[in-house]
T-cell receptor
Framework: LAKTTQPISMDSYEGQEVNITCSHNNIATNDYITWYQQFPSQGPRFIIQGYKTKVTNEVASLFIPADRKSSTLSLPRVSLSDTAVYYCLVGNLLYNQGGKLIFGQGTELSVKP | EPEVTQTPSHQVTQMGQEVILRCVPISNHLYFYWYRQILGQKVEFLVSFYNNEISEKSEIFDDQFSVERPDGSNFTLKIRSTKLEDSAMYFC????????????FGPGTRLTVT
């Protein structure tokens, strides 16, 4: 699994757009980029997954540049309830049949009123 | 929406005792996992389980740990002789099929070993 680097923490205010960038310089051709969210005292929750360009769902958008060496999770108009830790995971769907997830330290997002 | 459930939510045990943590994965899911998270640290993979056998385990998952799917719905993690350092939040997760990274996590069991 590719090593990822993301900021340890970020602060934001309600209503702002938040962009969390993850670096994965040694991403392999078959690797996908996945983001999870973890609220305090809860299990992680899948947010979004992508391979290239842009993916959008009801929760977030994921931007992946052409070289795929980084990705940006974008949360539109955050609220206090978006305060959580956000994890970027990069891995190969074909050779990770067991499917284990390897979490890093994540980015602790704090949304203030 | 279907969800993974775990019991108990909090378990306190004395060092050297055996504990069993229980999970009910989402009913049509085929892959099952246990992870743990020591307070203030990252989520760590323990074991994956498919087709009634362990498919992968981490270095943490030593002989003191075992998993079982006894009745087709429950998925359990047993720690035979708990140590102080086993104190952590234990999360069960499940997913529908291979080749995807979307796992559904339960709310966790907080294990405190005294």
């Amino acid at each position: 699994l590719a090593k990822t680097t993301q900021p340890i923490s970020m602060d934001s205010y309600e209503g702002q757009e938040v962009n969390i960038t993850c670096s994965h310089n040694n991403i392999a051709t078959n690797d996908y980029i996945t983001w999870y969210q973890q609220f305090p005292s809860q299990g992680p929750r899948f947010i979004i997954q992508g391979y290239k360009t842009k993916v959008t769902n009801e929760v977030a958008s994921l931007f992946i540049p052409a070289d795929r060496k980084s990705s940006t999770l974008s949360l539109p108009r955050v609220s206090l309830s978006d305060t959580a830790v956000y994890y970027c995971l990069v891995g190969n769907l074909l050779y990770n049949q067991g499917g284990k997830l390897i979490f890093g330290q994540g980015t602790e997002l704090s949304v203030k009123p | 929406e279907p969800e993974v459930t775990q019991t108990p939510s909090h378990q306190v045990t004395q060092m050297g005792q055996e504990v069993i943590l229980r999970c009910v994965p989402i009913s049509n899911h085929l892959y099952f996992y246990w992870y743990r998270q020591i307070l203030g640290q990252k989520v760590e993979f323990l074991v994956s389980f498919y087709n009634n056998e362990i498919s992968e385990k981490s270095e943490i998952f030593d002989d003191q740990f075992s998993v079982e799917r006894p009745d087709g719905s429950n998925f359990t993690l047993k720690i035979r002789s708990t140590k102080l350092e086993d104190s952590a939040m234990y999360f069960c997760a499940s997913k529908l099929e291979t080749g995807i990274y979307e796992q559904y996590f339960g709310p966790g069991t907080r294990l405190t070993v005294t």
